[in-house]
DNA sequence: TACATAAATTAGGCATGCCTAACAAATCAA
DNA sequence: TTGATTTGTTAGGCATGCCTAATTTATGTA
């Protein structure tokens, strides 16, 4: 059995290392994820994401060869999906119990994540009454890290007359959230695609008798199950 | 009024040094509280509370004179306070709905009071209805930093034949609190003193018709109030 | 293949916050 | 009042994790 105090001596840069690298690797399928990206995703300098490597990797934690791909080690990947784990019950029970908006939870949740308690997770997640999706719609992992992968069908991949509903979103920023909710957009709304412009990929898209014009951009980061 | 900003600025680091010496001065009274004194509180050398107080004082958050007797600027102790009204609040959460014991609540509650919300902490004091008393039984001070001082009687200055109520613990270790409950004591027991040894200051009490002795060192720690 | 560009690493520095050892100031006692 | 003891500060170091600048390696294109 691997070495399970590990999971309690990582530093919250550390744990925030591994969700990110985490991210971007399942983003990513089977391209390179390299330095700069994962740089570029902290918001820290490539020189600053080498020297952390170089210690994570030590710690078994990060998998890679010298100027080579990044990848997680089994260790990593599990300590990554705990962390997402607490990420979204924490953002959860922020959403139905402290009245947040779903704009305001991933800023806090960010911060709550790391708290180091077992027992505090296990006893939230009863309490929550074992969510299984965060409120932006994301799957939340079980205590044993298994999670549900979702087919991630995205707005952008519909033609025009196909119907749809809204299952999550992808980008958890304040200005994209604040966004969707703007337009009247939530999770479970039924869409239905209009129109897409070849010239700049916008999509004009109906729903509650509205029709908008949404861009390129927007469409990536919503995903939906059609119907 | 005050940079409110400062409020957020601090690390975990400055915010438990700023609790540990509010802790302190409100134990000391008018005596002094020295370096030495608040190292060996936070487990740490005096020379490096040397430095941080170093720094803490051009931040206007501690004030003393080289040499001097520490203390706290009205900043210092306004963070402190809110400090400690988040750790108690979290405290009594983790108690009423995490089925957290009182001594499992202490550790949790020292990472929890360091998230930076203030969102968060008002809509905890209202889901857990403003709670006036943590799991232990010490006063919860107001989002505006007011809070009741209680004379803080301990069983050690009752005499032989008075009765009282436990109406708080001051130690919060494992330890203690475990013994406490080991005992069959609880926040609100009726506690009589039978007899107190003069030679090392140990009390026979009862409560619930049996009858124990116990140290000075337990019964300085404990709360009471008469009746 | 060879050169230009992009990606990654190393070198050297800085802030935070801890340490031990050495030193300075204050206090207590004879 | 002076010497011993206690208390507090400074000096020098280390680990973490960030930075910019310089360098090395890889890649893509002519
Ligand atoms: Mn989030
Ligand atoms: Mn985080
Ligand atoms: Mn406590
Ligand atoms: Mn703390």
Redesign the pocket.
């Not at 530093?11 to 550390?14: A, G, P, R, S, V």
């Not at 902290?42 to 210690?55: C, E, W």
């Given at each position: 059995m691997p070495n399970k105090s590990i999971h309690t001596k990582l530093?919250?840069?550390?744990e925030?290392?591994l969700k990110a690298l985490f991210h971007l690797l399942s983003e990513a399928g089977d391209n390179?994820v390299?330095?700069?990206?994962l740089?570029e995703y902290?918001?820290?300098?490539?020189?600053?994401?080498?020297?952390?490597?170089?210690?994570m990797k030590t710690k078994d934690l990060v998998a890679?060869e010298?100027?080579?791909?990044?990848d997680l080690t089994e260790e990593g990947t599990a300590i990554a999906v705990q962390l997402i784990r607490k990420h979204r019950l924490w953002e959860t029970f922020l959403y139905t119990h402290m009245n947040f908006t779903w704009d305001e939870v991933h800023e806090v949740a960010e911060q709550l994540e790391h708290i180091k308690s077992t027992k505090l997770i296990a006893e939230l997640d009863k309490f929550l009454g074992h969510p299984k999706r965060d409120p932006h719609g994301a799957v939340i992992p079980n205590a044993e890290g298994e999670y549900q992968l979702l087919p991630k069908i995205t707005l952008a991949q519909l033609e025009a007359g196909d119907r749809c509903r809204l299952v999550s979103v992808k980008d958890s920023s304040v200005a994209f959230l604040q966004y969707v909710s703007r337009l009247g957009l939530a999770l479970s709304s039924e869409i239905q695609i209009r129109e897409i412009e070849a010239f700049d990929g916008s999509v004009t898209i109906s729903f509650d008798n509205k029709e908008i014009n949404v861009s390129k951009k927007f469409v990536d980061n919503v995903f939906v199950e059609k119907i």
């Open positions: 530093t919250k840069n550390e925030d290392y390179k390299g330095t700069n990206q740089a902290m918001g820290i300098s490539p020189a600053s994401v080498s020297g952390m490597l170089k210690k890679s010298r100027y080579g791909k990044l």
